[in-house]
């Protein structure tokens, strides 16, 4: 396994201004200052953990991932993206696996989308890797086979598409219950969908990467994550 890029900050908590939120009984919080869940597949991309909360940069498409897998469970995490020019997009990966390629190894697994864009598919479904877009149906990029056994929502809603609120915190909230997979955004059901490829894998948090930061070493194109925390099912 290829060594993990992690920056670490120390940092300074003045209290009541605390962001990070404590995890409910039963759940583990994955974010500490240490990282101590995580791990680095890829050559590129870095993490550091800045008053509870995580800031990724990257100068490719790259997740950090958990090293422990998940099969059935409840996740929920808060992210904003950046204001910047530049493509900027992410996601949080689920039952995530580790393909090898040419060029090395690589995530591959369902995505729940955080996408900024005028498209506005936050909380969409993609299949990394694979079979791209599941929900909502893309003209050109949805291939699904056997193992996608139902969509449980019409379409794609304008309230759907006016969940995700940019620069600010958003709450996302994935439930996987054997074949059943959830997907909420600020409490507005984006997904359901009933899919038999995975059951179980890594949870992955994305930076799609930023061009400035491969040609300049610098960028204001940072994700950040808080309050990622999960809850296994039995």
């Given amino acids: 396994m290829k060594k993990l890029i992690i920056i670490f900050l120390a940092t300074i908590s003045i209290a009541g201004c605390s962001t990070q939120q404590k995890a409910e009984p039963g759940s583990t919080n994955l974010i500490d200052d240490s990282l101590s869940h995580f791990e680095n597949i890829y050559d590129y991309g870095d993490a550091r953990v800045e008053n509870g909360e995580l800031i990724l940069r990257s100068t490719g498409n790259w997740f950090l991932a958990t090293k422990k897998r998940y099969q059935d469970f409840i996740l929920t995490a808060e992210v904003i993206m950046p204001d910047v020019n530049e493509y900027s997009n992410s996601g949080i990966m689920f039952r995530g696996q580790v ?23 936050s909380g969409g479904l993609y299949d990394q890797a694979r079979r791209q877009w599941l929900h909502p149906v893309h003209p050109t990029r949805s291939e699904p086979d056997e193992d996608f056994k139902e969509n449980y929502l019409s379409g794609w809603t304008d309230e759907m598409a006016n969940a995700y609120r940019h620069l600010e915190w958003n709450k996302y909230r994935i439930e996987c219950r054997g074949s059943d997979i959830k997907i909420y955004v600020n409490g507005v059901l984006t997904t359901h969908v009933r899919d038999t490829k995975d059951i179980e894998g890594f949870i992955g948090l994305q930076h799609h990467g930023s061009q ?4 300049t070493g610098r960028t204001n194109n940072i994700v950040r994550f808080r309050n990622v925390t999960i809850t296994e099912l039995e």
């Fill in 99 to 121: 393909k090898t390629t040419e060029n090395g190894q690589e995530a591959m697994g369902y995505q729940a989308e955080v996408d900024p864009s005028d498209r506005k598919w």
């Fill in 212 to 215: 400035l930061l491969k040609e």
